[in-house]
């Protein structure tokens, strides 16, 4: 090629700067949107392992013990080097009342390393300069405002006097986002950190050292508990981090690709079009090259320059713009969530070259095609004439002032063919049932998702700490005269037994009795009471977390008794539990338990689904007045046939023990006045009713007899799974506390006088939370962030999450596919609107001259045109408007060119 054909050439590539940029312009965007559906997919998964590891700490393994870091551990290949961190003592508040933690140091390199936040302020670097948890502060009544004096107490040898506690006074330096309540080891972290040199000067044996190690850049193994079970071969008792590294990250790799695809597919299909029309409307320039000598291979070579130009150069551009929006977009969201996730991975850049090349490859193929159509002969076409000496037919065939704009939009659509015609309004048909078709589909998903969505997602219950065994006597004879029950007490304090044992007291009455001791192992220990609940910095905790629709927050007890008329310990199988072998391998469970809820008709009508009782009444049980009892089959697989529906059913009072911990009542009874026996006599009487009478009597309105087939049902209901397990309203709790105290206050109430609400009155305490989570909980890893927050604070946890977040799962990943779909195919819709009414400006141009010379004004031609957009887009209704518009203002540009 000569160099006058180069300059023509470049002279006529810049003259047609207008068609080339319009080109460039379609091949940045396409690049634009391949580039970053990559980097979404890519970030969505950094963005929720972040949010992980700002949560739950980016460390994998950590070391507690005293002395120096493990030396397999810090030398492995797949761990960091170890950061330190330190605690000694135990500290308590500044009057050595309440225990705070421990006392200790945090390193900058093990709080940098393991992704710690400071709420503000700073960690401590003088010796006078303390930093705590912003939790800690407000459980424990200090000020948060930096610069504020925080006075603390503790000893520095076990068991203290008074002698031994040090107060100190520190300046309030920094406040510390949540950790101990989070991490797995959090109970070892120090809650009160002071510099290295103040901790150093600490002169105790009680220390101990806390190592952390992280996971080397570029490590990534695909089950992360097997590498760290071979690590606690090394050293056994390390901490694992699983909250992070047995968390499966959410996110559908079907709905990535699928997106991924269908922006390459589609922008690809765009993009091609485009450069085929392109080199259309290059045709003369193409001609005359030829004429000037220029060969085939030239014409190709030309072609092919301009193509690697116009995609390479602006497809590239497309990519950058695609990452500097990325990151624009990212550092809002990182500031917004406080973390740093944004990365352009080598599978970002990868994906972006892949579209790149098939770019590339459509647009040689494209040229192949049409040098192909340019080998074959063009044959003229014949010219039919339609001869009819039928007067009415001829006068329909010509123009008059009333047809004439649609007769010549007529004549224009059939010189385009009947398959463009017709293939127009296939597409409009076919993009009107895929978005009629993808809103079906997530309509059906959603429906999936309510139709298995009665379930709580989360159900977590606190447990006291000492377990109890359980204790029953048989209904009381109320005919048992008190004298009699006076001769007793005098044998009792005659004979030192004081008032502990109600078991001789009920034998020498006269009056059945049972007691499970711990020897026996069939029966699971009460470990739940009504007035042992969860602190209220664990409950504002729960509540903030995201992804939570709404958490129920109630009440659970196995503690206390409950009898029935007819009550028989054989059916139970309580008489053979205590010393039968043939229970061995069986699951134990508690014998008792009631879970009182806020009660809604949507929980009553999961509940009464079950029972046909003519005694269900939805007002009574909410006022407490009736029960639904759920019964387990006895350990020997028969169920209890003693309690009937219409019942009503004994709840007693806790015994003292276990509602105090220790006997109101155990004053040194040997001590006592001969005068004042007889009233020391009748508190007593009150207590024996206090152990065996009733608190309350509500009916057993339904009882549902659990199976296979309905036990699944109700599993977030049944707490600890129990024999007997009763659900009732919360009123029903607050009648039983209420009565509680009353008959308390009556039996001690003049002994203690103003004090016996300060000390023994007792209060209602939520030990339990039902959780349902919102669709987006997927998004913020809710479950693993709430199971952190109950396993440290002794809260049993069961989480039905997994088992519903199938079907959310599913609802998410239809909705995210289906969008896509409606989205593309709604831009692929536009777009091919916009090109066909580009084309046909382009290739109607001469005719529009010839109209608008003959007397045809620019605005009836657009009219003429518009009724053929009309005509073929109305079969796609959803997008006509938009269509409609966009194409309105294509012909509207063109017709103001028209001379």
């Known amino acids: 090629m000569n160099i006058r054909v180069f300059l023509l050439v470049c002279k006529s590539f810049f003259r047609r700067y207008k068609q080339v940029l319009n080109t460039c312009f379609v091949t940045f965007l396409v690049m634009l949107f391949v580039t970053a559906t990559a980097l979404f997919r890519d970030n969505m998964y950094n963005m929720q392992d972040e949010l992980n590891k700002e949560r739950f700490g980016s460390w994998f393994v950590v070391e507690v ?22 605690s000694a003592v135990t500290v308590y508040d500044g009057s050595y009342t309440f225990k705070m933690g421990y006392l200790g140091y945090i390193s900058e390199e093990f709080f940098t390393e393991n992704n710690m936040q400071l709420r503000e302020g700073h960690l401590p670097q003088k010796d006078n300069e303390i930093a705590l948890e912003y939790s800690t502060l407000v459980e424990y009544g200090y000020p948060t405002q930096i610069g504020s004096t925080i006075k603390i107490s503790y000893s520095e040898v076990y068991s203290a006097s008074k002698e031994d506690v040090i107060y100190e006074e520190y300046i309030l330096c920094g406040i510390l986002e949540e950790y101990t309540e989070l991490w797995v080891c959090g109970d070892a972290m ?14 105790t044996k009680m220390k101990f050292d806390i190592y952390s190690y992280g996971i080397k850049d570029g490590v990534e193994l695909d089950d992360w508990h097997k590498f760290y079970l071979t690590l606690n071969d090394i050293m056994k008792g390390i901490y694992y981090n699983d909250s992070v590294y047995n968390y499966e990250l959410w996110g559908a790799e079907f709905v990535y690709t699928y997106m991924y695809l269908a922006v390459v597919i589609i922008g690809v299909a765009i993009l091609t079009a485009k450069i085929v029309d392109y080199r259309r409307m290059r045709k003369d320039f193409n001609e005359k090259m030829r004429n000037l000598g220029a060969s085939k291979k030239q014409l190709l070579l030309i072609r092919n320059i301009e193509t690697m130009v116009m995609i390479i150069l602006f497809g590239i551009l497309g990519i950058i713009v695609a990452y500097l929006l990325g990151n624009l977009i990212s550092d809002k969201v990182e500031a917004a969530l406080n973390i740093d996730f944004y990365r352009i991975g080598d599978s970002v850049i990868k994906r972006s070259i892949f579209a790149m090349i098939i770019a590339i490859l459509a647009s040689w193929l494209s040229d192949v095609i049409v040098i192909l159509k340019e080998k074959r002969h063009k044959k003229s076409k014949k010219i039919r004439v339609y001869i009819s000496d039928n007067e009415k037919q001829m006068q329909k065939r010509r123009l008059n002032h009333k047809n004439h704009l649609i007769k010549i939009q007529n004549r224009f659509s059939k010189s385009e063919g009947i398959f463009v015609r017709l293939g127009i309004r296939i597409f409009n048909l076919c993009i009107i049932f895929i978005i009629l ?7 059906l998903a959603k429906k999936e998702l309510e139709a298995n969505d009665n379930k709580y997602d989360l159900v977590a219950t606190m447990s006291d700490r000492y377990l109890k065994p359980y204790e029953f006597s048989a209904y009381i004879d109320k005919d048992i005269p008190y004298p009699e029950f006076a001769d007793l007490y005098e044998w009792a304090f005659n004979n030192n037994k004081i008032n502990r044992d109600y078991q001789d007291m009920l034998s020498n009455c006269g009056i059945a009795n049972l007691k499970l001791g711990r020897s026996n192992k069939y029966l699971k220990y009460s470990n739940a009471c009504i007035t042992n609940g969860c602190s209220k910095n664990l409950i504002d905790m729960i509540e903030s977390v995201a992804g939570v629709e709404n958490v129920e927050w109630g009440l659970y007890e196995n503690q206390r008794r409950l009898e029935w008329e007819g009550i028989n310990y054989n059916e139970t199988g309580l008489s053979l539990m205590q010393n039968s072998t043939e229970l061995a391998g069986k699951d134990s469970k508690y014998l008792f338990g009631t879970e009182y809820l806020n009660v809604d008709k949507a929980l009553f009508e999961r509940l009464s689904k079950y029972s046909d009782s003519e005694y269900l009444d939805y007002d009574a049980f909410c006022k407490g007045e009736q029960i639904i009892l759920l019964l387990n089959k006895n350990a020997y697989g028969n169920y209890d046939k003693t309690i009937k529906e219409g019942m009503d059913i004994v709840y007693h009072y806790y015994p003292i023990e276990e509602a105090y911990g220790y006997d109101v009542t155990e004053s040194d009874i040997k001590k006592i006045d001969p005068d004042t026996f007889e009233e020391e006599r009748k508190i007593n009487e009150m207590l024996f009713d206090i152990n065996t009478s009733a608190a309350v009597m509500p009916m057993v309105a339904s009882v549902i007899y659990l199976d296979e087939n309905n036990k699944e049902e109700f599993a977030d209901l049944i707490t600890g799974e129990c024999y007997y397990m009763a659900i009732a309203s919360m009123e029903l709790a607050n009648k039983l506390v209420d009565n509680q105290n009353e008959l308390l206050r009556n039996c001690i109430g003049k002994y203690v006088g103003k004090d016996f609400d300060a000390l023994y009155k007792l209060n209602l305490n939520y030990n339990k939370f039902n959780m349902r989570f919102t669709d987006s909980a997927v998004l913020f890893s809710t479950d693993n962030l ?20 199938v079907y959310r799962e599913q609802l998410a990943t239809s909705i995210m596919q289906n969008a896509i779909t409606v989205i593309l195919a709604l831009f692929m819709n536009i777009m091919v609107a916009i090109m066909f009414a580009q084309n046909r400006c382009n290739n109607r141009t001469k005719q529009f001259e010839i109209l608008y010379r003959n007397g045809m004004t620019k605005k009836k031609i657009l009219i003429m045109s518009m009724y053929e957009v009309i005509r073929e887009d109305i079969w796609c209704i959803i997008t006509l408007p938009i269509v409609i518009l966009l194409q309105f203002f294509t012909y509207k540009i063109k017709l103001i060119k028209l001379k």
């Open 437 to 443: 078709g993808s809103i079906y589909n997530v309509v």
């Open 190 to 203: 120090p809650t009160v950190i002071v510099n290295k040199n103040q901790y150093d000067q600490i002169d």
């Open 786 to 805: 709430v199971k952190a927050y109950t396993r440290v604070n002794n809260m049993k946890c069961e989480s039905f999450y997994m088992e519903k977040n």
């Open 65 to 86: 013990k005293q002395g120096e870091a493990n030396k397999d551990l810090s030398n492995h290949k797949f761990l960091t080097k170890p950061q330190h961190a330190g």
